[in-house]
């Protein structure tokens, strides 16, 4: 790893939230869609707003934002199952009016980003 990609990460680290504190995981998130919303608007992809305007909705509702905590910390676990197959998909459907597809996608997305960091 290069010297410039070592200083990146360790920067980064100091805003990974403690996972175990739901509020200062949301407040790190809401910062991170905030930045990520510059990027996401200079490129073509629809799919990256998408996911976005879907996070906001979900940082937003604080009912919401309980229900997806408590789903992302079980789909993060060890005997993690489908989020496809949760029931709590069809609740913050309804709390946000996102589609349940919509929902699950950006879950995923979640969930493989964090994955992502946690293999690093």
């Known amino acids: 790893m290069s010297l410039v990609e070592n200083i990146i990460i360790r920067r980064l680290q100091r805003l990974i939230p403690d996972w175990s504190n739901a509020e200062e995981v949301r407040l790190s998130a809401v910062w991170v869609v905030s ?3 510059k990027f996401a608007d200079e490129t073509e992809t629809e799919v990256d707003d ?5 996070l906001a909705k979900f ?13 992302l910390l079980d789909m993060l676990g060890e005997d993690a199952g ?13 709390d946000t009016k996102i589609d ?3 929902i699950i996608l950006i879950i995923n997305a979640i969930i493989a980003a964090v994955k992502w960091w946690r293999n690093r």
């Open 35 to 37: 930045i990520l919303d």
């Open 50 to 54: 998408l996911i976005l305007d879907g």
């Open 59 to 71: 940082l937003e509702n604080e009912q919401a934002w309980g229900t997806l905590y408590g789903l």
């Open 82 to 94: 489908s989020v496809a197959d949760d029931s709590r998909v069809a609740v913050l459907a309804g």
């Open 100 to 102: 349940p597809a919509t």
